[in-house]
């Protein structure tokens, strides 16, 4: 499958990336290197086969519904990058919810 | 764009030009102690970002547990809701970069959710709608993300994250779309509340955010010979039950106007989502995000799937209470009850029903303790604030004072002095009448005052024999102020009688 | 002997039998960091201070005759993948430059219970993405062999350190072959455990269906050791297994009477270098010697693996990676060139007539912070997973490859039922030259080819030291077992350095 400039630039966005046209350039061709090698998968007849999304077999795993301490506010503001001591802080969010 | 509302158009016709097709995406908080992935606490209303932890901020290397009660308040919900409960389901990843997500990504279920394909009977007892049931696609459960506090003034400021809510259990429940008028989506949300409410699953606090809903919306028009469906809106930010049935009216004029002046249909446009603004009673076009959510679901490694037993299900179903589509027909079969007071009785909860059934089976009448239930206790119970729990009158006492009147050991009106004085000083039907004085009229002496009445008032009696019995009205008062502990009826009854043997 | 002549397991007997101070040992080893690591550069950060403090409260714990743990006194080296409380957990990336945990990883948590001693951590590819541990914003890591080339990755660092000496134990990852390859390229014990083995609570995820946390060590007893220390079920971890752990060290010395060995014939193809073929050879003779079967064992999906793993663990990744997102922890690209970008833009914009596409203010935010905290490697991996699980392509690359995976592992349970264990090379080369393949991202994968399938079928497999080029590189070995089949694996690698002195061998350093 051949890769676009405009595909690789719509990803971006949804990747949120963002990327100078050169290196945009230089990806879209090393991306489509790598999904030519990977469309060898085509060659194989995986129908009815069940997909492996997990390496484990197991199954129900529940914790208790017991509360247990929460961790510092000052604890979690330390490693946020813009904060007011009890909030987050992002710019501007324009009517987007 | 200003819209031209066609109200004129309805009003012609006497109906309307269009149907309204309608599906509800209902979210509803858990009631668990904790976080659906962690074991932070879910409780309303504390310190920004004090209910948090690696987990539940998404730190860099955090994983989740899926908390067990929620995932049996969700089983439990879905079987009362009569959805399949699937043998096997998983969780996925549904990708989206918001500041409040901070794992960049929500845990919810996608292809196989815990339940599928149920139903849910709504109907409207003062007639708005006729009964029917409204199928649900599907339920399942997910976590919740946090709050963005934005800057409303300017738009300019920073907006503020609060990740308290972050991780909070919700099971969305999502219809058919199968409601075609806002009074349906009304009853709709109406009966699911109770639903829940019966099984003490969801607070279900609109103002909290424990019960949040979406709709979608859309219009079918019989175009001359064709039909056409306009594109369906998902409008959000409704935050009542009347905010929703407003929204929807609104939504479907304005897509019927829209439709005429631009003729698109289904198909022609992407889904659009619409916000209800309630203060200028408006839907709003929302900004559509960069890249129109593709949401680039998979299965999420970090949770297994869960697997459930037939056997499992049966246990989870035992321990369903009786719910209120059930209880409904129970009520109105073995009281004698009509629709409507049956659902009065229904919608106050497990604790209303119980204290009503005890009432009725006390004073073996129905339709008495029904009329008692819902004006003198249910007023009491407005008036003081308090819970069924907490009331003090039991309904064994109270039976005891339906009883006294069945016997005509005192009348109705008189009755409801003695119910205010058995609410105030915790007493037993006989011990209010003594308190009040109220005794019974012995038959010689009610007959003595009714002869009494007679001839002081022989115009009544010209009357009466003229054929005017009404006119025995006039002695009852007189009858009353003479001996308050008289029967009214009993008075126009025997004064009746003396007047015919003459 | 010096100190640092000893395995851990010598180590761990020394201290027991107070012949050495957990202080003279860690003090041998950080005098080792402070002559060679300027020329490796296998630490991000060393401990020195808590070390030596945490060393002295351990030797007087032991000298009152109180009950130590199982690692007691013994430095371990932690990869900077694995959050460790009060400590910057950076994953060699500039996002996480100034993160600081606030809690610690199960395994960090474990060697702390178990009294090891945490020695400074180890640098490795950013986010554990890589092959070389050139991908680190903080410098690549050397092979201590030859120091022109690659200690191999993601897990470098971890394996340098061994290699060089500046740590008896050492905590790697292994995604695709992160800790085995490197082991190998360094010469060194790699042991990537059976998913599910170790917890992964703590461990920064790359692909979370494939992660694993694994001992990287000089000997095959000092593996089982640290095995030993970290193995278990986690409760915070949903996908760890509740297995029993068995003794690891108990039955290591017990030879394996009727081993049957399984060669793997599409592990000895084209484009696997002589050398490698002759050491590896050589290795399945040692065996033989030793009373083993040897049978030829074909795994047909093996040639899919790499198509299959560059799908699956990017696409995870896509999804992990985007909590990076300079908000709530990590780092944040600057607000004036923030302003300044969309300023730019827009005049842009407005000159071509399109103000409505303008990027908002947050989402500029995202794109720069992501675009300045991410190195190249990592950002095309989240490019190509996020394509591959983007709608209308779904199902051609992320569910194809999740398919392809069931048949790989059905490979794996296939031949199991022949052999006991498979045997075949780490890598189809020793190590390569610095900065050879950073230009071809694509020949940079290639060389996982015997170590995907191992994590795809969430297998457990070891790496351990067979051979040396004539370049004097090292060369490993690897076998790989069913899962939950680790003492099988460790007590069949013992048996092999029992015969032979490969990992006795040390990395000739300049001082």
Redesign the interface.
């Known amino acids: 499958?051949a890769?676009s400039l405009e595909?690789?630039r719509k990803?971006?966005?949804?990747?949120?990336?963002?990327?100078t046209e050169e290196e945009l350039v230089e990806?879209t061709s090393?991306?489509g290197?790598?999904?030519k090698?990977?469309?060898?998968?085509?060659e194989?007849d995986?129908e009815g086969?069940?997909?492996?999304?997990?390496?484990?077999e197991?199954q129900n795993?529940f914790?208790d519904d017991i509360q247990q301490p929460s961790?510092p506010r000052e604890?979690?503001m330390?490693?946020?990058?813009?904060h007011d001591g009890k909030y987050?802080r992002?710019?501007?969010?324009?009517g987007?919810e | 764009m200003k819209l031209k509302m066609t109200d004129s158009t309805e009003q012609k016709n006497g109906s309307l030009p269009y149907e309204m097709i309608i599906g509800l995406e209902v979210h509803v908080q858990l009631k668990t102690e904790t976080k659906l992935f962690c074991r932070c606490s879910t409780k309303f209303g504390a310190e920004p970002n004090t209910q948090t932890c690696?987990v539940c901020?998404?730190?860099?290397?955090?994983?989740?547990?899926?908390n067990r009660r929620a995932y049996d308040l969700a089983i439990k919900t879905a079987l009362a809701l009569d959805i399949g409960i699937p043998h096997f389901t998983k969780w996925d990843?549904k990708?989206y970069?918001y500041?409040d997500l901070?794992?960049?990504?929500q845990i919810s279920q996608f292809d196989l959710p815990l339940s599928e394909g149920g139903k849910l009977e709504i109907s409207d007892p003062k007639g708005g709608f006729k009964t029917k049931n409204v199928g649900i696609t599907r339920a399942h459960l997910e976590d919740d993300a946090g709050k963005s506090l934005h800057d409303e003034a300017s738009g300019k400021a920073d907006?503020r994250?609060d990740?308290n809510r972050t991780g909070t259990p919700l099971l969305e429940i999502v219809s058919e779309p199968d409601m075609s008028s806002p009074q349906e989506a009304k009853g709709y949300l109406t009966e699911l509340k109770l639903l829940l409410t019966y099984l003490e699953v969801s607070d279900c606090n609109m103002q909290e955010g424990s019960l949040r809903v979406d709709a979608n919306v859309n219009l079918k028009i019989q175009n001359g010979n064709e039909t056409v469906y306009t594109p369906i809106v998902e409008v959000k930010n409704m935050n009542s039950f009347r905010a929703v049935e407003r929204a929807v009216a609104y939504e479907a004029k304005r897509q019927y106007t829209v439709w005429q002046e631009t003729g698109l249909v289904k198909g022609q446009l992407p889904k659009q989502t619409r916000g209800w603004d309630d203060s200028a009673q408006i839907t709003r076009a929302q900004r559509e995000k960069?890249d129109a959510s593709?949401y680039?679901?998979?299965p999420e490694?970090?949770?297994?799937p869960a697997v459930i037993t037939e056997e499992e299900i049966a246990s989870y179903r035992a321990t369903l209470p009786e719910l209120p589509g059930a209880i409904r027909k129970r009520l109105q079969g073995d009281f004698d009850l009509n629709p409507y007071d049956a659902d009065v009785i229904v919608n106050q909860g497990q604790g209303g029903v119980d204290y009503y059934e005890e009432l009725a089976k006390e004073c073996g009448d129905g339709k008495q303790a029904s009329n008692w239930f819902q004006q003198d206790v249910l007023r009491k119970l407005n008036e003081s604030e308090t819970t069924f729990a907490e009331f003090s009158l039991q309904p064994s006492r109270l039976a005891g004072l339906l009883l006294a009147v069945q016997k005509k050991e005192v009348d109705t009106t008189r009755a409801k002095d003695v119910f205010g004085v058995m609410y105030e000083k915790n007493l037993t039907a006989q011990e209010g009448m003594k308190e009040l004085g109220i005794e019974q009229v012995d038959t010689s002496a009610l007959s003595d005052l009714c002869k009494m009445l007679l001839e002081k008032n022989p115009q009544v009696v010209e009357d009466v024999k003229s054929g005017k019995k009404q006119a025995v009205g006039a002695l009852i008062g007189q009858a009353k102020k003479a001996n308050p502990n008289v029967n009214p009826g009993e008075v126009r009854k025997v004064c009746l009688d003396l007047i015919e043997q003459g | 002997m010096s100190i640092l002549e000893y395995s851990a397991t010598e180590l761990k007997k020394k201290l027991e039998a107070k012949e050495l101070t957990s202080v003279e040992v860690v003090t041998a080893y950080l005098n080792q960091i402070k002559e060679y690591d300027g020329e490796i550069r296998a630490f991000s950060f060393v401990n020195e201070e808590e070390a030596l403090n945490q060393a002295a409260e351990v030797d007087s714990r032991r000298k009152r005759g109180e009950k130590v743990g199982l690692l007691a006194g013994i430095p371990v080296a932690v990869k900077e993948v694995?959050?460790t409380e009060g400590q910057k957990?950076t994953?060699s990336s500039k996002m996480?430059e100034?993160?600081?945990?606030?809690?610690n990883?199960t395994v960090v948590q474990k060697i702390k219970d178990e009294d090891g001693i945490l020695l400074g951590r180890t640098n490795m590819d950013e986010f554990a993405m890589g092959s070389s541990t050139e991908n680190s914003a903080f410098g690549a890591t050397s092979n201590p062999w030859n120091t022109d080339y690659v200690p191999g990755g993601s897990s470098g660092g971890a394996a340098a350190c061994v290699a060089a000496d500046m740590a008896p134990l050492s905590l790697g990852t292994d995604t695709g072959g992160s800790i085995r390859q490197p082991a190998g390229l360094c010469g060194i014990v790699g042991l990537k455990p059976t998913?599910?083995r170790v917890s992964?609570?703590?461990?920064?995820?790359f692909?979370?269906?494939?992660d694993q946390v694994g001992p990287m060590t000089r000997t095959v007893a000092d593996s089982a050791l640290l095995l030993q220390a970290i193995a278990g079920h986690d409760?915070?971890?949903?996908?760890?297994?509740?297995v029993e752990v068995p003794d690891y060290l108990n039955d290591l010395e017990k030879p394996l009477a009727g081993l049957r060995l399984g060669v793997v014939t599409e592990h000895f193809g084209e484009g696997l270098d002589e050398e490698v073929r002759q050491a590896v050879n050589d290795s399945i003779e040692v065996y033989r010697s030793l009373g083993a079967t040897i049978s030829e064992v074909s795994l047909p999906?093996n040639k899919?693996g790499?198509?299959?793993y560059?799908?699956i663990a990017p696409?995870?990744a896509?999804?992990n990676?985007?909590?990076y997102?300079?908000?709530?922890?990590?780092?944040?690209a600057d607000?004036r060139e923030?302003w300044q970008e969309l300023t730019e833009e827009r005049h842009r914009l407005v000159a071509d007539g399109d103000e409505r596409s303008a990027?908002?203010?947050?989402?500029?935010?995202?794109?720069?912070t992501?675009?300045e905290g991410?190195g190249a490697e990592v950002?095309?991996r989240?490019?190509?997973g996020?394509?591959a699980?983007?709608?209308g392509y779904?199902d051609?690359?992320?569910?194809?490859?999740?398919?392809?995976?069931?048949?790989i592992?059905k490979d794996y349970l296939e031949a199991f039922k022949e052999v006991d264990l498979l045997i075949g090379p780490v890598t189809p080369t020793p190590a390569f030259k610095t900065g050879e393949k950073t230009g071809d991202?694509?020949s940079m994968?290639l060389g996982d080819l015997f170590t995907v399938c191992t994590?795809?079928?969430?297998v457990a497999a070891i790496s351990i030291p067979c051979g040396f080029s004539k370049d004097g590189l090292p060369i490993g070995l690897q076998l790989q077992s069913p899962q939950f089949h680790e003492q099988q694996l460790l007590r069949v690698a013992h048996m092999y350095q029992t015969q032979t002195d490969w990992h006795i061998k040390r990395a000739p350093l300049a001082s």
């Open positions: 499958m890769l595909e690789v990803v971006a966005l949804l990747a949120r990336l963002q990327f990806l090393q991306m290197d790598i999904l090698y990977v469309d060898q998968l085509s194989l995986t086969i069940e997909p492996m999304a997990h390496a484990a197991v795993v914790a961790l604890v979690i330390e490693n946020a990058p813009k987050y992002v710019p501007a969010v324009l987007d | 690696p901020i998404g730190m860099p290397g955090a994983l989740p547990v899926m990843r990708n970069y500041p901070p794992r960049g990504y907006t994250i990740l960069e593709d680039r679901y998979f490694p970090d949770l297994c | 694995l959050a957990t994953c996480l100034n993160f600081v945990s606030p809690y990883a998913y599910g992964r609570y703590g461990l920064v995820a692909a979370s269906s494939l409760r915070l971890d949903s996908t760890s297994a509740n999906h899919y790499i198509a299959a560059y799908l696409s995870e896509s999804s990676l985007a909590r997102d300079g908000v709530h922890y990590g780092y944040r607000e923030i990027t908002s203010p947050l989402v500029k935010m995202y794109c720069k992501r675009s991410f950002k095309r989240i490019m190509l996020t394509y699980l983007s709608a779904y051609a690359y992320y569910l194809k490859a999740l398919k392809v995976r069931r048949l592992q991202p694509l994968y994590n795809l079928a969430g």
